[in-house]
């Protein structure tokens, strides 16, 4: 079955840096948007950006522009790098993707087991 693998995550200080990344299992990602979604305990799963198929697309959540940035390696292995974390930025992250027309959406067909990132002094 078509998967997503997630790595990274773990515990940082305050205005520290992490990378998470997301390998697709059993297919490739040409022609997907691609995401990464976060959520905390008792609140709803919510969007923190978004790249398009052509990579030509981008979109953050207001509380990430500037620190975060995603990319991908065309088909392969897409990421979030993450700067400047705060302790706010403490959830479970997921990517997502969807082979439908550009969705940064929790619509998004295919999604990853999660990884617990915490920033914390």
């Known amino acids: 079955q078509s998967r997503l693998v997630q790595s990274g995550g773990g515990l940082v200080q305050p205005g520290g840096s992490l990378k998470l990344s997301c390998a697709p299992s059993?297919?490739?990602?040409?022609?997907?948007?691609i995401g990464w979604f976060r959520q905390v305990p008792g609140k709803e799963r919510e969007e923190v950006s978004c790249?398009?198929?052509?990579?030509?697309?981008t979109t953050y959540a207001d509380s990430v522009e500037g620190r975060f940035t995603i990319s991908r390696d065309g088909a392969k292995t897409f990421y979030l790098t993450m700067n400047d974390l705060r302790p706010e930025d403490t959830a479970i992250y997921y990517c997502?993707?969807?082979?439908?027309?550009?969705?940064?959406?929790?619509?998004?067909?295919?999604w990853g087991q999660g990884t617990q990132v915490t920033v914390s002094s």
């Open positions: 997502a993707a969807t082979n439908s027309s550009y969705d940064c959406s929790l619509s998004m067909k295919l």
């Open positions: 059993g297919f490739f990602l040409n022609y997907y948007t």
């Open positions: 790249i398009s198929a052509n990579a030509g697309h």
